[in-house]
């Protein structure tokens, strides 16, 4: 399974950035075989809609969760309307690397 | 269609509906209200009332009334976990979650708003030391005195030197 987690940079020791459309990067992780790719957001200067443009984005690359700080309503029911679970951490100081080793219960 | 057009039904929105249930079945007033349903108090009150005057067309007029539309979503279900201390949600409404999304934890939650404080509460203030006090429900803030000053107290928010008598103060 896929899993999208939002960002401050660019390497697993960054931290979880709490916005989702406005985040920095994109981490796309594989529990399958382990792997990470990390996305620039390329939404990150949107005027507006960078919040489903972002959501539209983590689809196309197939995740099934979306780990952020949090999620603004239009974000969420579209989440909703696609079956992607979230998950909402309130804790910005968590790093990208403990939250992957939390996923792989 | 078979419906003739004095017969053509009154549609309430599901934003109206849920003001109908708020403020006439669960009793709440309109500032509690608009908290719950995540809307400013004058729209609250704005779609209060289009509800209320949709009812009494349908009423008078003997119309049929259908609920549709409007700008309604509804939340998945919502948890939180004991473990990691994530919130989470599922997709699949009426499905049984025994696990936490984020770290497999089986101490988790369902969570529910009940956010009830109100933050919008009436109060009384003094115009004159500004000293506030909990609004009674059915007693006018002009017949509370200010303990501090002996003012005529108003109600928050509402604008200064409006009406008489505050001038007996002191």
């Not at chain 1, 309503?73 to 579209?78: D, G, N, P, Y």
């Not at chain 2, 509460?121 to 000053?149: F, M, Q, W, Y």
Request: aromatic share 10%; net charge negative; proline share 4%.
């Amino acid at each position: 399974m896929k899993i999208a987690i939002t960002s401050t940079g660019n390497s697993p020791e960054a931290k979880l950035d709490s916005r989702f459309g406005r985040c920095s990067f994109f981490v796309i992780y594989d529990t399958v075989s382990h792997s990470t790719e990390f996305i620039p957001n390329p939404y990150i200067e949107n005027i507006e809609g960078a919040g489903l443009a972002s959501a539209n984005l983590i689809a196309s690359k197939g995740a099934e969760k979306v780990v952020s700080g949090e999620f603004g309503a239009k974000v969420k029911s579209l989440f909703d309307s696609m079956k992607i679970k979230l998950v909402i951490l309130k804790d910005p100081e968590k790093r990208i690397n403990t939250i992957i080793e939390l996923l792989n219960h | 269609m078979g419906i003739s057009e004095e017969n053509h039904p009154v549609v309430i929105n599901f934003e109206e509906y849920e003001a109908i249930r708020l403020s006439d079945f669960e009793f709440h007033g309109h500032v509690e209200a608009a908290q719950i349903m995540g809307v400013s108090r004058p729209t609250y009150t704005r779609i209060y009332e289009s509800a209320r005057r949709k009812v009494a067309e349908a009423f008078v007029q003997g119309r049929t009334i259908v609920f549709e539309g409007g700008k309604v979503y509804f939340d998945s279900e919502w948890y939180s976990c004991n473990s990691c201390g994530c919130w989470f949600n599922h997709t699949e409404k009426g499905q049984k979650i025994d696990q936490c999304t984020l770290c497999g934890s089986t101490d988790i939650e369902q969570y529910f708003d009940n956010s009830q404080n109100p933050v919008n509460e009436d109060r009384c203030v003094c115009p004159n030391c500004g000293s506030e006090t909990v609004h009674l429900p059915g007693t006018p803030c002009k017949n509370e005195i200010c303990p501090a000053c002996k003012c005529q107290m108003i109600r928050r928010g509402a604008p200064f030197n409006q009406g008489s008598g505050n001038n007996n103060c002191n």
